[in-house]
């Protein structure tokens, strides 16, 4: 059973952030902390009572297509999808005047945690759908507004993105699928592969977000425009008209996130698909960019969300599952009482609210990127999404393979569950952009392009806040600090590295997981100093639970004291064993 962790959640929003600067955003002056306390509340409930009931049976049910190339999903996600759409969950970021809630991605992210852990495979509907939304808010016309965002924040109508064909999958460059103009739209030829909710049966309607190139348009990718390829082609006052030339050829066979459908689909099978340009012609990529972006960063929230999810089931198990006698214990005892269950577990919760308060800050600066002072969070979630993404996806990988590890032989079977997210967390460092390309997108375009300044500056702000912490009165805050200082000077000189050796694009690029990697590390310590900090702050809060702030000490100390130290290794491998591996030849592989 799923529990949501609202007490964490409302530690990292109400503590780690500054809440209060949202009001300086003119979309969310009217943010508060009930409205906080009172989504989070009502998004656990929904994911407790009505998400995760479908969970496990719909990843061994899945989503299967019909003859008439209609697709079922698995049993109880109607239900799911009317609680979400009836309690207006769908319109979270959308505008008030398109009849959504208007609420900061600092709260959304929150919620998305929560129902990702919950059931991953339903969830993704609404996260395509609010990427959807996102897009149309920032490129498309003030009629497609209008028209569409309405239907999209009611969760009438669902969306989805198409990028990838056959032989185009991170080369955008290459994509066959062709838009030819005619009557006022545009008839869409072409075949899509990866559609996550390409084809269901939750909506009314799907709205496909379509790349695709015009006949005249310049070769590569200053040739792509995009398009919105409804299922079916509503009539002027919105109400779903005839079926569009779409169809979904086949849905795939996947590792995990069965109860999602991943479709095949085909535009103009027939006479062509309909299709709406959003925007100037050719200027699709940096549209669908839009969406991308804010895809990754809910991916990376999805790595966040199944580690805990993982987590809650592992502990669960730990407190229950009887094995041997403990050191130290007595016949009966649980096994979370051997040290290395203990280890596994705590090491476990350490990093996970380490990401969750990642996660929530990466969100709380694309939020202050509308404020007054944009350029500043602007050049901060530029260089945070990556990391989020990638550092988030890569932990989720090992964090649910621990939690198998604890159930030890049951985990291996199916009946438990617990396998699910050890394959559901697989496809997270792939989809989205892969860990390497946001690898790249850090090294070529956040470091190496202004020679490394915008992520020294931040360093360097994280070695401020640092330094502070070293003159305070608690000697465990000390103790921490001084930890993390050097880390944040090995995290230097990385930097400097990788910016020295740009000369040869290969020796930075070789290295770029490991950097990306080792960055992630050192934000999850800024995280967790922020925590320790906060959480010695409040001891004399009688109104908080003092437990609940002791363990909070204990996973920061953890974290610094058996996390943080991976950055050494990184460290030595990014400046001394980049030159190796380039020196191997592929024909010795």
């Known amino acids: 059973m799923y529990e949501a962790p609202i007490k964490d959640l409302n530690f990292v929003i109400k503590n780690i952030i500054d809440l209060k600067k949202l009001s300086e955003v003119d979309d969310y002056k009217e943010f508060s902390d009930d409205l906080v306390e009172a989504v989070l509340e009502e998004a656990g409930k929904i994911a407790t009572e009505v998400l995760d009931p479908c969970n496990l049976s719909g990843d061994h049910e899945g989503s299967k297509r019909q003859d008439d190339g209609n697709v079922v999903t698995p049993k109880g996600y109607k239900e799911a999808y009317e609680s979400l759409r009836d309690g207006g969950w769908f319109g979270l970021e959308a505008k008030e005047k398109f009849g959504g809630q208007q609420i900061p991605v600092t709260l959304s992210a929150a ?29 498309a016309s003030e009629d497609q507004q209008n028209f569409y965002i309405p239907k999209l924040a009611s969760g009438h109508w669902t ?32 075949q899509k592969i990866y559609i996550t909710y390409g084809e269901h049966d ?3 309607n799907i709205v496909h977000l379509v790349l695709a190139r015009t006949p005249d348009a310049p070769e590569g990718n200053k040739g792509i425009s995009v398009f919105l390829v409804p299922k079916f082609v509503p009539n002027d006052d919105g109400t779903v008209g005839n079926k569009n030339d779409v169809t979904c050829l086949s849905i795939e066979k996947k590792l995990g996130v069965k109860g999602s459908p991943t479709a095949v689909l085909q535009f103009g099978e027939k006479d062509g698909a309909i299709g709406y340009l959003v925007g100037e012609e050719n200027q699709g990529l940096n549209i669908m960019f839009e969406m991308m972006n804010h895809a990754r960063f809910s991916v990376g929230v999805q790595g966040l969300a199944v580690s805990e999810r993982a987590y809650q089931q592992s502990k669960m198990y730990a407190f229950d599952r009887v094995q041997g006698i403990p050191i130290d214990g007595k016949k009966g005892d649980p096994i979370i009482n051997h040290p290395d269950v203990l280890r596994l577990s705590s090491t476990m919760k350490s990093e996970i609210e380490a990401m969750r308060a990642i996660a929530i800050y990466g969100a709380f600066s694309l939020d202050m990127s509308k404020s007054s002072n944009s350029e500043y969070w602007e050049t901060k979630s530029s260089l945070m999404i990556p990391i989020i993404k990638g550092w988030l996806t890569e932990r989720s990988i090992e964090i649910t393979s621990n939690a198998l590890q604890i159930h030890g032989g049951m985990g291996f079977i199916e009946e438990t569950g617990i396998a699910q997210h050890y394959r559901d967390a697989r496809i997270l460092p792939i989809y989205e952009g892969t860990t390497a390309i946001q690898a790249n997108d850090l090294v070529f375009r956040k470091t190496i392009r202004d020679n490394g300044k915008s992520i020294l500056e931040l360093i360097n702000e994280i070695k401020d806040e640092t330094k502070e912490s070293l003159n305070s009165e608690n000697s465990k805050i000390k103790e921490l600090s001084k930890k993390m200082s050097s880390s944040l000077n090995s995290a230097e000189k990385v930097v400097e590295h990788i910016v020295s050796v740009s000369n040869n694009k290969k020796r930075p690029a070789v290295s770029g997981v490991n950097y990306l990697m080792m960055l992630g590390y050192i934000f999850g310590g800024w995280m967790m100093i922020k925590t320790a900090n ?3 702050e409040l001891k004399d809060n009688n109104e908080i639970d003092q437990e609940f702030l002791n363990a909070k000490l204990a996973t920061s100390s953890i974290y610094i004291s058996s996390i943080l130290p991976k950055i050494e290794s990184l460290k030595t491998i990014i400046i001394n064993g980049d030159e190796d591996v380039l020196s191997m030849k592929n024909n010795w592989l």
Do not use: R
Request: proline share 1%.
């Open 159 to 190: 969306g989805t993105m198409n990028l990838t064909e056959p032989q185009s999958g991170t080369d955008l460059s290459t994509i066959k699928t062709k838009a030819i103009k005619e009557n006022g739209h545009y008839k869409i030829f072409g």
């Open 111 to 139: 919620v998305n945690e929560i129902w990702h852990s919950s059931n991953m495979s339903f969830a993704l509907c609404h996260l395509l759908t609010q990427g959807l939304i996102y897009a149309l808010q920032k490129s």
């Open 202 to 204: 939750l909506s009314e």
């Open 534 to 536: 906060k959480s010695i």
